[in-house]
Structures are given as C-alpha cells and as structure tokens.
C-alpha cells in the first residue's frame, strides 16, 4: 500500500502563491499518477492536476490552467503544486492522490483514484 501525506499549506493574499507537496511512501510503484483534488467547504471535491511517475505526463482543470504547475522529484517520491496568481476562489483543503494502473475512465473522476492523504488547507484573502 502506498502512503501520501500533504503539506505546504497556509494563508495567503490573493495574487501570491504557494507550494505544496505530496511525499509518496510505501509500494509508490503501484500509483500510475499522482494527482491533487481540493474541496471548499460545502462544495463537491473536484480535480486540480496530476502527474504519472514515469513521463510526467500532465492534466490541469481548466480553473487552474496556467496559474498552477505540477512536478515531481522521482528520487525523493514527491509530487508537487505549484500555485501562483492564487485568487479567493482556490481556498479549500487540498488532497493528493494515487491512481492505480488498473484504472480506466477520465482522469478528474475521483472515484478512480484509490489511496488518498490527509490534506492540506489553503486559505486565500482577498
């Protein structure tokens, strides 16, 4: 099994940024990518980027195109996001995440990622 934990997290002013990170620990080579979710208090988790181990290969959602970067550092088994010109909007607890081989389907469909972390809360001021 694989273990994520998050951090990096904190408060910020609107049009800052901030880094966080995902470090990877256990059987890392059963995840295909790593990907960050966030979820703001009354609102559905939705899918942020992701990354695969092997040819950092990329996914952003739209809301995040060009303001976020994601990476990984495969000898330190750690993902991880890059957030500049961050708005009110991004504040929400942020969740890195493991997709397994074996999953099929889009890759912001929460249910096909199988090992979750603890999250990390971010908090942007207007």
């Known amino acids: 099994q694989v273990q994520l934990l998050e951090s990096g997290g904190g408060l910020v002013q609107a049009g800052g940024s901030l880094t966080l990170s995902c470090a990877a620990s256990?059987?890392?080579?059963?995840?295909?990518?790593i990907g960050w979710f966030r979820q703001a208090p009354g609102k559905e988790r939705e899918f942020v980027a992701s990354?695969?181990?092997?040819?950092?290969?990329?996914n952003y959602a739209n809301a995040v195109k060009g303001r976020f970067i994601i990476s990984r550092d495969n000898a330190k088994n750690t993902v991880y996001l890059q957030m500049n010109s961050l708005k009110p909007e991004d504040t929400a607890a942020y969740f890195c995440?493991?997709?397994?081989?074996?999953?099929?389907?889009?890759?912001?469909?929460?249910?096909?990622?199988?090992?979750w972390g603890q999250g990390t809360q971010v908090t942007v001021s207007s």
């Open positions: 990354i695969t181990w092997s040819f950092g290969l990329t």
């Open positions: 995440a493991c997709r397994p081989y074996s999953a099929r389907g889009p890759v912001d469909l929460g249910g096909t990622w199988n090992v």
């Open positions: 256990g059987r890392t080579s059963s995840c295909d990518r």
